[in-house]
């Protein structure tokens, strides 16, 4: 059984795969509306979501299949005190493939060892977020043209962001590839990146305070929010929210094919000014979440084989 718990779980020729399949798909997407007939997607959501819970639910209802679930841990009996393992067991005899986001780093992994379908991590706690990685991927293949040879920002709150986590272990297996790490000393990211993944893989890389002196060096920026959630304290918050926010003045010293991306939500960091540059991209990497999100269920359910 192949469950996506950690982006390192897929190897870089599947994951091509499942950028290639999903690239057919937005090519041909009549070809594909009947292939998950029959299937069910569980989304067991503890956590609040807006794109990664609906852009699953779009995928497999585009695929022709089915969608259950709950929003939110008040609405399932989590609110009881029912372990994730049993939740799990439970939804594996009502669905065919799970896609679970949890607070609590790991849950999706202990869900995946007590059921006999796939379970998908759909971002547990500060830890990872591996179909965002696939989303981003698939964004930067389709607006790049390439996947290596690249200078990527990562800007905002890089040590509770999961998605820049993921990513980072990701694009760390493609050739020639150098990172600068833009965020407040606070928000830096997490040793264990650095150690298990930069320094061990020898990827350059450079953290900075301020965007303005490195932003002209990116061909790609990936902004995130100040993940409000995980603080220990709202004045802490309040103290760091704002600490960038990205207008087109700052914009005016970028490369003209820089890539602006963002997991999204957005909160402050991006002026809305900045939706219309033809840079911005994080509207785009929103519809590419649903493509991949297709592919890669296909890919779980091992019908990817199926269409002709
Ligand atoms: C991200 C997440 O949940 O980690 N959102 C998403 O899935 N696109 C980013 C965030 O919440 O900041």
Do not use: W
């Amino acid at each position: 059984m192949k469950h996506l718990i950690d982006p390192t779980d897929l190897s870089l020729k599947e994951i091509d795969e499942i950028l290639s399949l999903a690239e057919d798909i937005i090519q041909n997407r009549k070809k594909y509306s009947e292939v998950c007939k029959g299937k069910k997607l569980a989304t067991l959501f503890y956590e609040p979501s807006t794109r990664t819970r609906l852009s699953f639910e779009a995928a497999m209802l585009e695929l022709g299949g089915s969608v259950l679930g709950f929003s939110s841990a008040d609405a399932s009996s989590a609110a009881k005190g029912e372990s994730v393992a049993d939740t799990a067991r439970t939804v594996s005899k009502y669905a065919d493939i799970i896609a679970m986001r949890h607070p609590k780093e790991g849950a999706p992994l202990v869900a995946s060892m007590y059921v006999d379908i796939p379970v998908i991590n759909a971002g547990d706690g500060g830890h990872n977020h591996p179909t965002q990685t696939l989303t981003d991927l698939l964004t930067i293949k389709e607006t790049k043209k390439r996947l290596d040879n690249l200078t990527v920002g990562f800007c905002g709150d890089l040590k509770f962001g999961r998605t820049v986590h993921s990513l980072i272990k990701q694009l760390s297996c493609y050739e020639n590839m150098k990172f600068i790490l833009i965020s407040p000393p606070e928000l830096q990211i997490p040793d264990y990146i650095k150690e298990e993944t930069l320094l061990k893989k020898n990827i350059p890389f450079q953290e900075v305070c301020e965007m303005d002196t490195v932003i002209n060096d990116l061909d790609i920026l990936y902004m995130t929010r100040v993940q409000r959630e995980r603080f220990f304290n709202e004045a802490d918050y309040i103290r760091l929210k704002d600490t960038y926010i990205l207008t087109l003045e700052k914009l005016e010293n970028a490369k003209p094919d820089l890539k602006i991306l963002h997991p999204l939500p957005r909160v402050n960091e991006i002026a809305t000014e900045v939706d219309n540059d033809p840079r911005a991209v994080y509207f785009d990497q929103v519809e590419y979440g649903k493509f991949v999100r297709m592919a890669l269920m296909l890919k779980l359910l091992g019908l990817d084989q199926t269409v002709e």
